[in-house]
């Protein structure tokens, strides 16, 4: 006899060789009808494994969240069942459950396109009656190479070189479909239910990368029931409606060009919306003591390399060089600019807080599939502003930065506001107090200022404390958005001194950190 | 030294501003504040001088006098999301009223033109924070 523990604690002894579904069928008939998988050990599996004995095993009924996976990853296996059915000789790739649902990529000489998609899920729905169980097969390599040579899966074929050497090879069987497969799934087809809908297609590279084929990839979603995936569609269309592409497009506001991948023509009546929102961000930081500046576009490499960009960011800045040989770059952020007027004349401590305040455009060169409308462009202009202070005020102006985004996110609406304040980095630099005090105050003043907002934490760049705050689009991206960070010691970009009296050990310090939420790469100090 | 950007990327800003209202910005953000859209062309002079009033006052105006059915030009500018539309037909100008139509707003109302500026100028003016 083996014996297994139950969730509930009380430990059952069954014979050798018993699975799941065994264990279901000996406490009730109707739990084993319920029960469409286990949690054993902590793993999902499946309910004809044996079961080692003393394992920990939970039994999943269909609408355990944790079975959700399941349901998706079904589909993913009956999708490409249902695609090989229609169209012999179609390659199968790769079919995970994501988030909201699955997909699956195939390969084929004409892609697939949206008319295909009810043909496709009527075949799904007819495999999903027939309930067909769901069998489990570990293979020997010799075996599995021979069946998928046969049959012409060059991807399976991939994928099994990849099955590390002493992992078994386990083939998924649904009536004569079988695939290359970790598992687990549930019970039979029928488990996986109804709920779902095949909702795109799109062209995916094998494994992501862009110098292997191009696939064939179609999408679906996938819930517990069907009034989870109503709500889902529900969610989609009104998302699909508020999509700033398309309206951009119908109130004629702006559009994207091949020439200039990521940046944006605005047209009158959306660079006249610019306007106002830069009308009024200059109204409000002129009365929060702010001065404007504007520093060049273009900068010789040798301030990239003084400032650390060239030698860390270069991979992500537009690059010029003209007649007389001299490299350039254009900025990928405002500081190294302010620093440089910063350093201008004489500086008194009478002078600090200097607020200096731009609104620049910055270029940087995202990977091409990162692009999106405007959210997640090449060229873009930040409300960028550095704050020079004496270590006694710093607290005092990251306090009144905060307001002030919170109190601007107010005036557009924004309510639900996350603040997210970093960690404490390992490797890092400035003194321990330079850390601890501003965070303090920080984290005690908004805890009874920020409401509503919801507090977490991230990691800091290694160069000073940071706090983000962001607000949440009804498409799901996350708002961009605010930022503001406290760079105490760095290493100096001018090197100068700040002028007596009573001047401290502040040094001019360049910004190094990610100036925005989007940057790829962080440039050392 | 502090580094902070407040809207991030303003052209990132502009897009989720674009998804939080669906198009629908509040009166001060909106581009084109009024569309004045004849019905028939005995309004046009009359349209004209509600759209200097309106132009005057400091709000950003666009007359439509095509010779277009009303129901074209409403579909038309609510497309484009123009939050206020001042429809104005042969009654309105005889009687020097406007006739506006609100986004979300199922009814229409009529009223004399001064009552319309004083209420939109002060929706119009951008919020000086809370």
């Known amino acids: 006899m083996i014996h297994v523990r139950l969730h509930d604690g009380a430990t059952r002894a069954l014979t050798p060789a018993s699975t799941a579904a065994d264990l279901a069928s000996a406490i009730s008939p109707s739990l084993a009808k319920r029960t469409v998988a286990a949690v054993v050990d902590g793993q999902l599996a499946d309910l004809i494994a044996p079961l080692p004995d003393g394992a920990a095993v939970e039994l999943l009924p269909r609408d355990d969240p944790r079975a959700l996976e399941l349901i998706r990853h079904d589909l993913a296996h009956v999708l490409a069942e249902a695609v090989q059915t229609l169209w012999p000789g179609t390659k199968a790739a790769i079919g995970p459950a994501i988030e909201h649902g699955f997909y699956y990529d195939f390969e084929r000489d004409t892609p697939f396109t949206p008319e295909d998609l009810p043909v496709i899920e009527k075949k799904m729905r007819e495999i999903i009656a027939a309930r067909r169980p769901f069998t489990r097969e570990v293979w020997s390599r010799d075996e599995a190479r021979a069946h998928f040579e046969a049959a012409g899966e060059t991807w399976k074929l991939e994928l099994l070189d990849a099955i590390p050497e002493g992992e078994p090879v386990t083939i998924y069987r649904q009536g004569d479909w079988r695939d290359l497969c970790r598992g687990p799934h549930m019970r039979h087809t029928g488990d996986a239910g109804t709920a779902f809908k095949l909702t795109h297609v799109a062209g995916a590279y094998w494994r992501g990368d862009a110098t292997n084929p191009m696939l064939s990839r179609i999408y679906g979603v996938a819930f517990a029931d069907q009034a989870a995936l109503d709500a889902h569609l529900t969610m989609l269309a009104e998302a699909e409606k508020r999509d700033h592409r398309r309206l951009g497009r119908e109130m004629d506001l702006f559009h994207f060009e091949e020439v200039a991948p990521g940046s944006v023509f605005w047209h009158p009546r959306g660079w006249r919306l610019f306007q106002t929102l830069i009308g009024y961000m200059r109204t409000r930081q002129e009365e929060a003591g702010y001065v404007e500046v504007n520093s060049p576009d273009i900068m010789d490499r040798a301030l990239w390399e003084t400032s650390g960009h060239w030698q860390n960011y270069r991979a992500n800045m537009f690059l010029a060089q003209t007649e007389d040989d001299r490299d350039y770059a254009l900025k990928p952020m405002n500081c190294s600019g302010h620093m440089l007027i910063y350093g201008q004349g004489t500086k008194s401590y009478r002078d600090l807080p200097l607020k200096l305040a731009e609104f620049g455009k910055v270029h940087r060169y995202e990977p091409s599939g990162a692009l999106h409308g405007l959210l997640r462009v090449r060229s873009f202009t930040q409300d960028d502003a550095h704050i020079y202070c004496t270590p006694e005020q710093l607290t005092e102006e990251c306090l009144k930065v905060n307001d002030l985004v919170l109190s601007i996110y107010r005036d557009f609406g924004f309510d639900d506001v996350r603040i997210k304040l970093s960690t404490r980095p390992e490797s890092r630099i400035g003194s321990d107090e330079s850390w601890t005090v501003p965070r303090t105050r920080c984290a005690r003043r908004w805890r009874v200022r920020a409401t509503p907002t919801r507090c977490s934490r991230a990691r800091a760049p290694f160069t000073g404390r940071s706090s983000n705050m962001s607000c949440a689009t009804p498409s799901g991206a996350t708002g961009s958005a605010a930022r503001c960070r406290w760079i105490s010691t760095c290493r100096s970009v001018l090197g100068r001194p700040m002028s007596r009296p009573r001047a401290r050990s502040s040094r001019l310090s360049c910004c190094t950190g990610r100036s925005s939420a989007r940057s790829s790469g962080s440039p050392a100090s | ?130």
């Not at chain 2, 939050?83 to 037909?89: F, M, R, S």
């Open chain 2, 1 to 130: 030294m502090l580094h902070r950007a407040l809207f991030g990327s303003l052209e990132r800003f502009t897009g989720i501003l674009i998804e939080h209202h669906a198009g629908h910005l509040p009166l001060w953000l909106a581009s084109v504040q009024v569309v004045v859209a004849t019905i028939t062309g005995a309004a046009d002079l009359w349209a004209a001088d509600v759209a200097e009033t309106l132009r005057e006052a400091g709000l950003r105006v666009e007359t439509d006098l095509r010779n277009e059915k009303i129901g074209y030009k409403v579909r038309e500018h609510a497309l484009k999301k123009v939050p206020v539309q001042i429809a104005l037909g042969a009654r309105e100008a005889d009687e020097e009223t406007v006739t506006l139509r609100r986004h979300g707003a199922p009814e229409t109302q009529t009223m004399p033109l001064s009552q319309v500026v004083q209420a939109l100028v002060q929706e119009a003016e951008a919020p000086g924070g809370a």
